[in-house]
């Protein structure tokens, strides 16, 4: 690699998307400005870490394992050489060898992209600046889903504002 930073680019896989077990709002926009990214990312010689999400069980209401949902989606492809990493939770670090890889390429920086903000973006965001990275959030190629909480009800927007706004404070450059 030509320098200390990484792209990781976290579960923009295919249930995310219409027509998927748990569509995620405007995902072919956040899908679009991701593999952007990606192109940038490349074309700069910097390392690429694809990261995807399996359920522990095939009775999950989504990305049950060895399933088409479950697959890194087709416009984030990742091409020969990169890394692909499966997890099991939504720190992206946990239980992976993900902060193995950075360490042995000398990475200091990361950027983080990918879905949902309000759960693998976050604690991924929060675990890498745990660990000592640099850490950057690509706030339009990152997608949240709508929530509900007792009583109240947030779009999928106020859900992303919500979780970047706490991840700039001390967490993340957002841009």
């Given at each position: 690699?030509?320098?200390?930073?990484a792209?990781?680019?976290?579960?923009?896989?295919?249930?995310?998307?219409?027509?998927?077990?748990?569509p995620?709002?405007?995902?072919?926009?956040?899908?679009?400005?991701a593999?952007?990214?990606?192109?940038?990312t490349?074309?700069?010689?910097?390392?690429v870490?694809?990261?995807y999400?399996?359920?522990?069980?095939d009775?999950?209401p989504?990305?049950?394992?060895?399933t088409?949902?479950a697959?890194?989606?087709?416009?984030?492809?990742?091409?020969?050489?990169?890394?692909?990493?499966?997890?099991h939770?939504?720190?992206?670090?946990?239980?992976?060898?993900?902060?193995?890889?950075?360490?042995?390429?000398g990475?200091?920086?990361?950027t983080?992209?990918?879905?949902?903000?309000?759960?693998?973006?976050?604690?991924t965001?929060?675990?890498?600046?745990?660990?000592g990275?640099?850490?950057?959030?690509?706030?339009?190629?990152?997608?949240?889903?709508?929530l509900?909480?007792?009583g109240?009800?947030?779009?999928?927007?106020?859900?992303?504002?919500?979780?970047?706004a706490?991840?700039?404070?001390s967490y993340?450059?957002?841009?």
């Amino acid at each position: 690699m030509s320098n200390a930073n990484a792209l990781i680019i976290v579960d923009i896989q295919n249930d995310y998307f219409t027509g998927g077990l748990w569509p995620v709002e405007d995902m072919e926009s956040v899908a679009s400005h991701a593999a952007e990214v990606l192109q940038d990312t490349r074309t700069a010689g910097e390392m690429v870490v694809h990261v995807y999400h399996e359920a522990a069980s095939d009775s999950a209401p989504f990305f049950r394992p060895g399933t088409q949902g479950a697959q890194i989606h087709a416009s984030v492809a990742p091409q020969e050489g990169e890394a692909v990493i499966l997890k099991h939770r939504p720190n992206s670090f946990h239980g992976t060898d993900l902060h193995a890889h950075l360490q042995a390429a000398g990475i200091t920086h990361v950027t983080i992209i990918g879905a949902m903000t309000q759960m693998c973006i976050d604690a991924t965001a929060r675990a890498a600046r745990d660990l000592g990275y640099d850490v950057t959030l690509v706030a339009d190629a990152c997608g949240a889903k709508a929530l509900s909480f007792n009583g109240v009800h947030l779009s999928a927007a106020e859900v992303q504002a919500a979780f970047l706004a706490p991840l700039v404070m001390s967490y993340a450059k957002v841009i």
